[in-house]
């Protein structure tokens, strides 16, 4: 079992930061990759950001450039500059387990993200 804990989300106003946290706890061997995913009112919960154990990172074409992902050990993070209220959403962490080719994912709770004037 892995554990997933998200933190850090709240309302900021356009062109603001956030920094949202994320940690990672139980077994977490075969764990290779973590990421950040939104879901907005409405809307499909899309990817934002992936970092994988081979230290690749894959940004959705609409954070590039603002968003920034990290990893150190068990803790995940992502650095959300220049928000715009297109970015507001639930953000949840995720942390997928993989099991030669199958996989499960574990997901945190979600923060919600409020970009608004």
């Known amino acids: 079992q892995v554990q997933v804990v998200e933190s850090g989300g709240g309302l900021v106003r356009p062109g603001g930061s956030l920094r949202l946290s994320c940690t990672a706890s139980?077994?977490?061997?075969?764990?290779?990759?973590m990421g950040w995913y939104r879901q907005a009112p409405g809307k499909e919960r899309e990817s934002v950001a992936t970092?994988?154990?081979?230290?690749e990172i894959d940004y959705a074409d609409s954070v590039k450039g603002r968003f920034s992902i990290s990893r150190q050990n068990a803790e995940l993070y992502l650095q959300m500059n220049s928000l715009i209220p297109e970015d507001t959403a639930v953000y949840y962490c995720?942390?997928?387990?993989?099991?030669?080719?199958?996989?499960?994912?574990?997901w945190g709770q979600g923060t919600q993200v409020t970009v608004s004037s």
């Open positions: 995720n942390a997928r387990k993989y099991f030669g080719v199958a996989f499960i994912d574990y």
């Open positions: 139980g077994n977490l061997f075969s764990v290779n990759v």
């Open positions: 970092f994988n154990s081979g230290g």
